[in-house]
């Protein structure tokens, strides 16, 4: 009874400790970064992108490597889903969010792609008639390629990181140092403490790893995106809100999920299709909803509509089990 009650607070705490951990980690690397004449543009799409992408890279790289499948692409199709469902939908509701030309047939159908490319890798069973589906260390270093590629259509659009770079706070080095230090030991021991008892909870409760990953663990490692991004919408920053929840989509199929597979193969469990399906919809979704209405506009209704889905779905999955 002493050690579940310690569990559950250091699942809690866990969460706690990773979302502060990736703060103190892209504020000092940035302020090193820019001290030290990194460009703009540099900083924005590797260490600010990185950092809003740390949390779920953790999380997976403990879950993949304790062999917890189903918890690593859980939490990354779980966390996508939240991104756009519950994140663009409560910042939308807060106030309409205008997109850029660009992010609409470009980075949107980028995400979409990258979900279906994933969907096609990891059906085996389906598509060749073999005894097992999963995402092998093959399919992790296509994924990362593809990743790749993005960082390189990336220096196309440098100019919109610009802006965002430019409000990065330059901090002393040695503090910088610092923050760096405990922002990795706090993803490290937060992601540690969350893995471990979600695989406690799924075992003790008889629920599925999956399902505290599509859940739980999503909803956890989103956080820092969802703060940032209602921050973002509440005092106008458009870009931001928008370019943070599109990327770190884009991050999370390719590089979260490329670099857990690199690590250990993940044996894929055929009712994920369910919720990666249930993704690619809402992409489509967010894809359709840029013409509806005021075009290119998310506006407040369909924000709303977008969070009222997400409760429906976390209500299904809690019946599915």
Do not use: C
């Not at 900083?43 to 992408?53: D, E, L, N, Y």
């Not at 597979?261 to 994920?272: G, T």
Request: proline share 2%; hydrophobic share 60%; net charge neutral.
């Amino acid at each position: 009874m002493f050690w579940t009650i310690i569990t559950y607070i250091l699942f809690i705490v866990g969460f706690v400790i990773l979302i502060k951990g990736a703060d103190f980690l892209v504020d000092g690397a940035s302020s090193i970064a820019k001290k030290y004449g990194i460009s703009a543009f540099v900083i924005g799409i590797t260490i600010v992108a990185f950092g809003t992408s740390m949390p779920e890279l953790i999380v997976n790289i403990f879950s993949s490597a304790q062999g917890a499948a189903d918890l690593a692409i859980g939490n990354v199709i779980g966390s996508n889903i939240s991104n756009i469902l519950l994140v663009l939908g409560v910042a939308a509701f807060i106030t309409p969010l205008a997109i850029k030309r660009g992010t609409i047939w470009k980075e949107i159908p980028l995400s979409l792609l990258a979900t279906i490319i994933v969907l096609i890798m990891a059906n085996d069973m389906l598509i060749e008639g073999r005894n097992l589906s999963e995402l092998n260390r093959i399919d992790g270093f296509v994924l990362i390629s593809f990743f790749l590629i993005f960082l390189y259509y990336t220096f196309g659009i440098s100019k919109v990181k610009e802006e965002e770079a430019h409000r990065i706070e330059t901090i002393p080095i040695l503090r910088s140092i610092i923050y760096v230090i405990i922002g990795l030991a706090g993803l490290l021991l937060g992601a540690k403490w969350i893995v471990d008892g979600a695989i406690f909870f799924a075992t003790q409760i008889g629920i599925s790893e999956a399902l505290i990953g599509l859940t739980i663990v999503a909803i956890g490692t989103s956080l820092p995106e969802l703060a940032a991004s209602a921050i973002a919408a509440k005092k106008g920053k458009i870009d931001i809100a928008v370019g943070t929840i599109i990327g770190s989509n884009i991050f999370n199929v390719l590089w979260v999920l490329g670099v857990s597979a690199s690590i250990k193969p993940l044996i894929y469990n055929p009712l994920l299709n369910i919720d990666i399906i249930i993704l690619i919809g809402v992409s489509l979704l967010l894809f359709l909803f840029m013409f509806i209405g005021q075009r290119r506009t998310l506006e407040k209704w369909q924000g709303f509509f977008f969070v009222i889905s997400y409760i429906v779905y976390i209500v299904y999955l809690i019946f599915r089990g």
